[in-house]
C-alpha cells in the first residue's frame, strides 16, 4: 500500500529531524529531503503536504539556500517554519529584514493568536522562538495570523492557497501545544487521514526487502543490541534462512558479552548465527593508535573486511545488513550540511570498497525509541529491547588513547560492578545509557598504607530519549559510592572513580 507523504525540506536547521518525527508520530509518514532537490523529483512523490525547515541563513542575501517557486504551484500545502517562513515571505513578495535590538526573540516568548486552521483548539499562548531576521512586509494574498509583542508578524496565511508560515518552533518539547499545531497543519490543512503506523512500518519494510532481495542471500551484522537485533528480526521474517547473522567478537565487548550474546540468541531465535573470534585481528590494527576519528575508522574497516571474509567462505553474499539508525547518520555528517560529529563505524567509518552488491539498513530514517517501539511490537523481548546502546567500537572507544588488552580488561571490571550495581538500585530501566570508560591517565592512592599508582575510572550516565541531546543523570549519592568503593576495592589496576556530569550538547555522550 502507499502511504500518505508529507515532505520536509531542509534548508539547515537544528531541529529538521525532530519535525520529522513529530510528523510520524502524528501517523503520517515522512521523508526529509534536501532543499536542492529537483521540483520534479518532488512533484513525483505526489506529497500531501510539505514543510520547511529553519536554518542558519537570511532569506535576503544571495547566496542562501532556496527553492524554485514552483513548489508553490504543485498544490500540496506548505508550512514554513522560521528560515522557512521567511523565504516564503521572500520568495512571494513580502520583505525579511534583520532584526533590531527589539525584534529579535530567542526562547520562550508570549503570543496572540488570531483565527486559522492551525491554531484551533490552543489553550496555551506561549512559544518558542530563535530568530534574529523577522518578516517586516506581508506577501501579497497574505494575512497575519499570530503576533508577539515584539514581532508583528508571528505567524501568516494565504487560505486559497494552503500556504502557512509561523516564526516559531512548533516541532520543539519547549513550544507549549506544539504538537497541536503541526497535527492541525496535517490533518485540517493537509486533510490527511493519517495511515502510517509502525505496524505498517513493518509490513512495509517486510515487503520492500522482499521485493529487494527475492531468493538472493543476506548477511546481518548482529551484535546483541537494540538497533541489530530489531533489523535481524525484520530481514528473517522477509527472508527467512538465506539470512545469516554474524556476530564479530572484537576484544572490544564488556565481560562475558561474547558468550551471552551467542546463547541469547541460539535460545530464542531461530536464524543462522555464526560468532567470529576476532581479537587479535582488530587488536593489532589498533596499535600505537591514539586518535578518536583514526580509531573509528580502522574499527569501522575490520568489521567490513571480517563480514567480506565470512560471506565469502558461505558462497558469496549479495547483501550486507546493518542497524544503522538515524543519529548515526546525521552524527557522521551524512545529512545535508550537517556537521560531521564522530563518525559512527557502520556509517562514516565504512571503508569505500565493499564487497557486496548493496547495503540494506532497514531502520535508517528511525530514532531509537522508535526502533524500541518497533521491537516489541515484532515479540522481541522486553530485556533485549531496553538494553542500553552499546556502540559497535566498543571498548575502543571507551579506552580513550591507546587501546591494549591491559586496559581493556581493566574497564571491563569496571564496567561489569557499574552496571551491577545500577540493576541492584533499581536504576538500569530509568537511566538511558550508562558505562564506565578508561582515560588515559594514572594517579596516585593509598591503600594498606602502600602508595598506588593506577588507572583512573570514568563513570557515565546519561537521560535521553533519542540520544540525540542528553542530561547527566542525577545518581544518588549511595549508589555512586557503593560504585567507586567496589571499583577501586575490587578491580586490580583502578584506583580512582570519577563521575561525568557533562550534558549533551555541549559533551557527548561517549568521550570520543
Ligand atoms: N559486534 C558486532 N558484530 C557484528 N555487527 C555489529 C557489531 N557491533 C555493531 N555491529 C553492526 O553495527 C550496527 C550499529 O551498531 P550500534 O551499536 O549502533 O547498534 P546496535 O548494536 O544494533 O544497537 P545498540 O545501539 O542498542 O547498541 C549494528 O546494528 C550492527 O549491524
Ligand atoms: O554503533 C555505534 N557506532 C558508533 O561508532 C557510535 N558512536 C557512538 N555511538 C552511540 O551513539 C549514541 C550517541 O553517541 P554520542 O553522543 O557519543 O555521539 C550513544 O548511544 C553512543 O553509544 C555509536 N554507535
Ligand atoms: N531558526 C531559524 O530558522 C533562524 C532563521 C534565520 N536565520 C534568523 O535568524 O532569523
Ligand atoms: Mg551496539
Known amino acids: 500500500m502507499k502511504h500518505e507523504l508529507v515532505l520536509v525540506i531542509d534548508f539547515g536547521g537544528q531541529y529538521n529531524q525532530l519535525i520529522a518525527r513529530r510528523v510520524r508520530e502524528n ?7 534536501p532543499c536542492t532537490t529537483d521540483i520534479e523529483k518532488i512533484k513525483a512523490k505526489n506529497p500531501s503536504g510539505i514543510i520547511f525547515t529553519g536554518g542558519p541563513n537570511s532569506a535576503y542575501l544571495p547566496d542562501s539556500p532556496t527553492i524554485s517557486k ?19 515571505a521572500h520568495l512571494l513578495g513580502g520583505k525579511v529584514e534583520k532584526g ?28 518558542w522562538m530563535s530568530h534574529t531576521d523577522y518578516i517586516s512586509e506581508l506577501p501579497e494574498g497574505f494575512e497575519i495570523i499570530a503576533h508577539t509583542a515584539d514581532c508583528p508578524i508571528a505567524a501568516m496565511q494565504n487560505v486559497e492557497k494552503n500556504i ?33 503506523t509502525t505496524d505498517s512500518f513493518i509490513e512495509d519494510k517486510i515487503r520492500e526487502i522482499k521485493e529487494k532481495v527475492g531468493d538472493r542471500k543476506a548477511l546481518c551484522g548482529l551484535s546483541g543490541g537494540v538497533d541489530s537485533s530489531v533489523a535481524a528480526v525484520l530481514m528473517h521474517r522477509a527472508i527467512g534462512d538465506n539470512l545469516t547473522c554474524i556476530f564479530v567478537d572484537h576484544g572490544l565487548l564488556r565481560k562475558n558479552e561474547g558468550d551471552d550474546v551467542e546463547r541469547i540468541f541460539k535460545e530464542r531465535f531461530d536464524m543462522n548465527l555464526i560468532r567470529v573470534n576476532a581479537e587479535d585481528r ?43 539508525i538515524y543519529p548515526d547518520v546525521i552524527e557522521s555528517g551524512h545529512g545535508n550540511g550537517a556537521a560531521t560529529i564522530k563518525s559512527h563505524h557502520n556509517v562514516g567509518g565504512l571503508p569505500e570498497d565493499v564487497d557486496f552488491q548493496e547495503i540494506i539498513e532497514p531502520l535508517r530514517e ?55 550495581e545500577l ?23 593509598v591503600m594498606g598504607d602502600e602508595r598506588t599508582y593506577a588507572y583512573l575510572v570514568g563513570i557515565r550516565a546519561v537521560a535521553s530519549s533519542d540520544g540525540m541531546t542528553s542530561d547527566w543523570y542525577k545518581m544518588p549519592y549511595d549508589v555512586l559510592e557503593r560504585i567507586s568503593n567496589r571499583i577501586v576495592n575490587e578491580v586490580d589496576g583502578a584506583n580512582r572513580v570519577v563521575y561525568d556530569i557533562t550534558s549533551k550538547p555541549p559533551g557527548t555522550i561517549e568521550w570520543e
Open 27 to 33: 501517523n503520517v509518514y515522512c521523508e526529509i529531503l
Open 70 to 88: 514552483e513548489i508553490f504551484e504543485i498544490g500540496a500545502p506548505i508550512l514554513g517554519i522560521c528560515y522557512g517562513d521567511q523565504l516564503i
Open 100 to 127: 533590531g535590538k527589539q525584534q529579535k526573540e530567542y526562547g520562550k516568548t508570549e503570543i496572540t493568536y488570531g483565527e486559522s486552521a492551525l491554531f484551533e483548539g490552543l489553550t496555551t499562548n506561549s512559544v
Open 164 to 196: 502557512y508560515g509561523v516564526q516559531f518552533h512548533p516541532e520543539v518539547e519547549h513550544c507549549l501545544e506544539g504538537d497541536k499545531i503541526l497535527r492541525n497543519f496535517l490533518y485540517n490543512v493537509c486533510k490527511v487521514k493519517g495511515d502510517w
Open 282 to 324: 582488530f587488536l593489532s590494527k589498533l596499535k600505537g593508535v591514539t586518535e578518536p576519528e583514526q580509531k573509528r575508522k580502522i574499527i569501522g574497516e575490520e568489521f567490513i573486511r571480517v563480514f567480506e571474509a565470512e560471506s565469502e567462505k558461505l558462497g558469496k553474499m549479495d547483501f550486507l545488513v546493518q542497524g544503522t
Open 366 to 420: 528511525l530514532f531509537k525509541d522508535e526502533v524500541r517501539k518497533i521491537g516489541l511490537e515484532l515479540g522481541i523481548d522486553e530485556d533485549l529491547i531496553f538494553r542500553h546502546p552499546f556502540p559497535g567500537p566498543g571498548l575502543g572507544i571507551r579506552v580513550i588513547g591507546e587501546v591494549t588488552k591491559e586496559k581493556c580488561d581493566i574497564l571491563r571490571e569496571a564496567d561489569a560492578i557499574y552496571m551491577e
Open 423 to 445: 540493576k541492584r538500585a533499581g536504576l538500569y530501566r530509568d537511566i538511558w545509557q550508562a558505562f564506565a570508560t578508561l582515560p588515559d591517565v594514572k594517579t596516585v592512592g
